[in-house]
Each structure stands twice: as structure tokens, then as C-alpha cells.
């Protein structure tokens, strides 16, 4: 099976992981296993500092391999530990994560966006939550984290995406650049944070998660109960089915 994503540490200290699979970095439940193990490993390594999570291709990432699911339902309980186990692992990582995201941004790609502690997009990045459209739940948790509770809710009833500008003026992501530059900006505000005291980031970023509002995975949890709901419907088997074979659902 070809590699999902790829990951490197380089001198300074900065880790970055590399999502890579075409064409819409969907993963499978193996690919979010992996990614999972993978983010919280590079956590636990003394010599990395921060670690940066983007990807290659025309968008950040898709989310989950509907086309997986669709030939075999049972494997939604799989694929929801593995999207829990990676968004953990970026939330509640050892030390900062950014996410340097482009193109479509969807499902899974929010979990890791809404669970990061930084986001660099770029100017042609686009967010949204389709999950309605796709017969599940899931991931509101972390478009909240985002966007607030109004946003949030328009956006997932919706189903409508939200550009890069209009998520940086309401400071859902902190910065919006060329898509040339995607890269470097965010390894060179991941080398001003590397460049700090680790042991001290690391008490930063175990004092800033415990502040927030709420628990981020038990939010999350309870969101995944509503999931393994929404797959017993016949709604939820239509709304892939229409995916897989490029049809609009009828219900």
C-alpha cells in the first residue's frame, strides 16, 4: 500500500509532515492511523520543537475515503478512531503544530486545522464541513474552535465553503499568503518558534490547551455517537451512494 503522507525533522528542529494522496488527499482508515501515530510520535521526540502539517496537490485535504466507505459501512467505526487519534494528536501534541493548508480544506482537513494551534493559509484555501451532504457528523467541534458558535452552524447546515480572506477577517486562521509561499511562511514561523527555549514552549503550549473552553475530544466523542446514528439511516447509504456514482441524492 502506498504511503499517505511522508514526514522529515530538519536541523532547527522543526518536524513536517506531508500529506500525499492523490487526487484530493482523502485517507483511508489506515492512511488516519498512521497520521495519528505518526503527529505523536514526532511530539515525544526531545529534538523536535514544532511540527508543520501541510500537503501536496490542488487541496489540503478531503477528509475521508468516502469510496472506502461505501464499498464496506462497518469501516466508519475505524476510520472514526482514526480521525479522533489524529486530531488528538494535534491538539494535545507536546509541542505547537501548524497547519499550512491550500485548496479545499473538508472533514477531516478541518479536524486538523480546528485542532491546531496555528493556521497559515493559502489565499486560494477553502473551508467547509459538508457532512450533511455526506451522511455523517462530525468535526463542528473543531470549525467551532475556529469560527464560533453562529458561523459554525450556518456553515454545517449548509453545507457552503468559506474562503481564506473572509476566515482571516473573522480570526478563524492567522494568516493568508500566496500559494507560492505557502510553505516557507510557515516554516519560518515554525524556525521563530523552534528558535525559542523548548522546555518553555512546551509549558506554553500544555498551559494554553488547558484554558481553553470546554474538552476538544470529549466534544468531538459526542459528536462520533451521532455519526454511527446517522450511518443506520437510508438517508446517510443515499447521500454516499449519490457521491460515489456522481448523482444528486433523492430522498
Not at 120 to 145: C, K, N, S, Y
Not at 175 to 190: G, K, S, Y
Request: net charge neutral; charged share 25%.
Amino acid at each position: 500500500m502506498t504511503k499517505q503522507f511522508s514526514s522529515q525533522v530538519h536541523d532547527n528542529g522543526v518536524a513536517e509532515v506531508v500529506l500525499n494522496r492523490p487526487p484530493v488527499n482523502a485517507l483511508n482508515a489506515a492512511g488516519w492511523r498512521g497520521l495519528a501515530a505518526e503527529i505523536e510520535a514526532l511530539g515525544l521526540r526531545p529534538e523536535v520543537r514544532v511540527i508543520v502539517v501541510r500537503a501536496e496537490g490542488r487541496g489540503f485535504c478531503a477528509g475521508v475515503d468516502i469510496k472506502e466507505l461505501a464499498s464496506n459501512d462497518k469501516l466508519i467505526v475505524d476510520v472514526n478512531a482514526g480521525n479522533y487519534a489524529t486530531f488528538k494528536a494535534v491538539h494535545l501534541n507536546k509541542v505547537p503544530v501548524i497547519a499550512a493548508v491550500q485548496g479545499f480544506v473538508l472533514g477531516g482537513g478541518i479536524g486538523i486545522c480546528g485542532a491546531a494551534d496555528i493556521v497559515i493559509a493559502a489565499d486560494d484555501a477553502t473551508f467547509g464541513l459538508p457532512e450533511v451532504d455526506r451522511g455523517a457528523m462530525g468535526g463542528a467541534a473543531h470549525l467551532q474552535r475556529m469560527f464560533g458558535v453562529q458561523k459554525t452552524r450556518y456553515l454545517f447546515f449548509t453545507g457552503e465553503m468559506i474562503g481564506a480572506p473572509e476566515a482571516l477577517r473573522l480570526g478563524a486562521i492567522e494568516r493568508v499568503v500566496p500559494r507560492e509561499q505557502l510553505r516557507d511562511t510557515a516554516l519560518e514561523i515554525a524556525a521563530k518558534i523552534a528558535a525559542k527555549s523548548p522546555a518553555m514552549i512546551r509549558i506554553a503550549k500544555e498551559a494554553l490547551t488547558g484554558i481553553e473552553d470546554g474538552n476538544l475530544e470529549d466534544k468531538y466523542r459526542w459528536e462520533q455517537g451521532f455519526t454511527l446514528q446517522a450511518y443506520m439511516s437510508p438517508d446517510s447509504s443515499e447521500t454516499r451512494a449519490a457521491f460515489v456514482e456522481k448523482r444528486d441524492a433523492k430522498f
